[in-house]
């Protein structure tokens, strides 16, 4: 059998699933979709320790959150029961007069490591973590989390209180990071027994207390790809590096005019980098109308600009998980916008272009390559 050679992007939007296919060269796209029609998706990712499988986080207003999964790239999707229907199952019916505890929403889906290969974990709202050991028949939730002592101090941003990012240490499975709206980022170094808030250094402006310990509004997270201690960060008040599992933070993005924003990736082929995309914060909407990815270079420690030119004017604007890289070299970086455009760039950012296709507004971005590494 043919090795696949398919590229392939899973966009979650505003009315469904999109899975966006090219070869390598990424020159042609051909667009399948929209699956899960009409529901909110705010993340869809294919596991790599099992090609094929993908799952996708789906919310209706009327219905409620329901998770799918396809074996077959997309093409063909079945229901599997979200954490809050079998954590209902497992505890029974609730007393007569208790309203039971619904998830809101389902924000983001995460393959567990390589050493668990049916292992995935959700992040919802209200700000919990729940883990499935059997590829999303059963789930848990993830206590040391979910029943943490500050827990009653959060509070919720602009979009809920939501867990929307996960991370899992590549050299170091136990080892993991989260991120919550608006409580920060908590590291684990058990495999979720116990967490502890690693905020140092992170401003917060609509607090009196300017750098608490948490209650940090962070939008986005991510590893550099070939070494996990760094870790890139994009909050409601700046953007930042950690160079040390986030154990502190440096703020970076002062240089810019804007350093607010939502995105943050990085690309294997593209180590010591990470792509930011700057907005103003009140119109969440890219400055003057242009919008632009800025790669940080740690060596250099400046931000450089990758979008020559004003090709495409607009009101764009992004969410947290709009921005994705794939695992070839050169890197491919895709950027998702909250009015239905899909940039690209398959060359490391020296051109970009436009997937000729009108998409609804964009939650998410995430792609299966042939070479892609977690």
Known sequence: MAADRKVRLFLGTHKGTYVVESDTRR???????????????????????????????????????????????????????????????????????????????????EPGPDSEPDTIYVGVDPASLYKSPDRGKSWTGVDGLNQHETRPKWNPGAGGMCLHSILIDPTDPRRMYVGISAAGTFRSDDAGEHWRPVNHGVTVSFQPERRPEFGQCVHHIALDPADPRIIYRQDHDGMYVSRDRMESWKRIGRALPQDFGFVVATARALPGNAFFV??????????????????????????????????????????REGLAADGLDPAGIYLGTTTGELFYTPDGTRTWSKIPYGFPPIHSVSVASPTSAR
């Open 27 to 109: 020159k042609k796209w051909k667009v399948h979709g929209p699956f899960q029609s009409g529901n909110e998706v705010y993340h869809v990712v294919a596991d790599p320790r099992h090609p094929g499988d993908v799952y996708a986080a789906v919310n209706n207003s009327f219905f409620g959150p329901m998770m799918v999964r396809s074996g077959d790239w997309g093409a063909h999707w079945k229901e599997i029961p979200p954490p809050m229907m079998a954590v209902r199952k497992e505890r029974g019916p609730p007393p007569f007069g208790e309203k039971p505890g619904p998830i809101v929403n389902l924000w983001h889906i």
């Open 278 to 319: 700057p907005l103003y914060p009140m119109s969440r909407t890219a400055p003057d109308g242009e919008i632009q990815v800025y790669r940080w270079a740690e060596g250099d420690r400046k931000f450089h600009p990758t979008i020559r030119g004003r090709p495409w004017p607009g009101d764009q604007g992004t969410h």
